[in-house]
Every structure is written in structure tokens, then in C-alpha cells.
């Protein structure tokens, strides 16, 4: 059995980061300034404690470090560099394809580590990956014309991408361990 528990925990706290960069405007810039951070920190506090929690994850495990590790960093870069809402969208779009090249490479390793492996959690993780991309791509080629629209591109991504943790944290809950073939 899984402890998916800090994955939920994670990605709900990436969604809460989402919905605080959408109505930031209602909240305050101040408001969500403190609290999109927050959310990241949490959030890769409970994805590297999960990557703890289930050591017996091969693959998984390093992933889930550096995904944790690296939303830490992000929070702490997005907390304390940008000065203006330019800025914090480039950042989100650095990140937002940091992500999505994880993913991807995650996927390649899993299918060059030999171990048996779900197909449809492989599948998700390269949809995932390239999604975080594509957003990218589109965060960036939005904030030039318009930075509130991507101020809601940037918000409604982070927003699925927690989802998808949620989700992903459900799937995997039931999956049983093989001797570390994750």
C-alpha cells in the first residue's frame, strides 16, 4: 500500500497556490503575495515528505525529491524577486516548463529503468509534462499583449496541475508494491 496522503496534501496546496493567483485581485496583491508562496512551500514540503514516505519507490522517489526540493526554491524565488506582476509571470513560466521537462524525463527513466511499470501513470506523466510546456509557451506569448490574461492562464494551470496531483495521488493509492518497480 501507498502513503499518497503528503501527494494529496501536495497538490492540494498547489491548487489552493492556483486559486490565490486567481482572485488575486479580490485578495489583494499583498494577500496573495504571501500566500501563492506559502502554498508552493507547502507543497513541496508534503511532496518531499512523501518521496520519504515511500522510499520503496525506485523511480518515483528521486522524482518526488526534486519536485519537492525544487517547489521550495520556486516559492522562496517568487516570495522575494519579482517587483512586478511581469516578473512574477516569468517566473511562473520558468518554472511551468521546469516541470514539464521533469515530467518528461521522469517518463524516460521509467521506461529505461527495466522495472514494470503502469502504462497509464507513464502516459499521465508525459501528458502532464508536456501540458506544463505548452502552458508555458502560453504564459509567455500572453504576458507580452496582456499580463492579466496571463496572470489567468498562470493561475487556472497551477490550479489543474494541483488537481492532477489530488487525482494522481488517488490512482496510485491502491496500487500494490512490488519490490520497488515503481
Aim: glycine share 10%.
Amino acid at each position: 500500500m501507498n502513503k499518497t496522503n503528503y501527494l494529496t496534501f501536495s497538490g492540494m496546496a498547489m491548487a489552493l497556490a492556483g486559486i490565490f493567483m486567481l482572485i488575486s485581485a479580490n485578495i489583494g496583491i499583498g494577500t496573495a503575495k504571501f500566500l501563492v508562496p506559502a502554498m508552493f512551500a507547502l507543497g513541496g514540503i508534503m511532496a518531499w515528505l512523501f518521496s520519504e514516505a515511500n522510499k520503496h519507490h525506485k523511480i518515483a522517489r528521486p522524482y518526488h525529491l526534486l519536485q519537492g526540493v525544487s517547489m521550495v526554491a520556486f516559492a522562496f524565488l517568487i516570495g522575494v524577486m519579482p517587483n512586478t506582476l511581469a516578473e512574477f509571470l516569468r517566473y511562473i513560466t520558468y518554472f511551468m516548463g521546469f516541470f514539464g521537462l521533469i515530467e518528461i524525463l521522469f517518463g524516460f527513466m521509467a521506461l529505461n529503468s527495466g522495472h514494470k511499470l503502469n502504462i497509464s501513470i507513464l502516459i499521465s506523466r508525459f501528458v502532464a509534462g508536456f501540458f506544463n510546456l505548452i502552458g508555458a509557451v502560453l504564459i509567455l506569448a500572453t504576458v507580452v499583449t496582456d499580463e492579466l490574461s496571463g496572470l489567468l492562464i498562470a493561475g487556472t494551470l497551477v490550479l489543474l496541475g494541483g488537481l492532477a496531483f489530488v487525482i494522481f495521488a488517488f490512482r496510485i493509492r491502491n496500487i500494490k508494491v512490488r519490490g520497488g518497480a515503481d
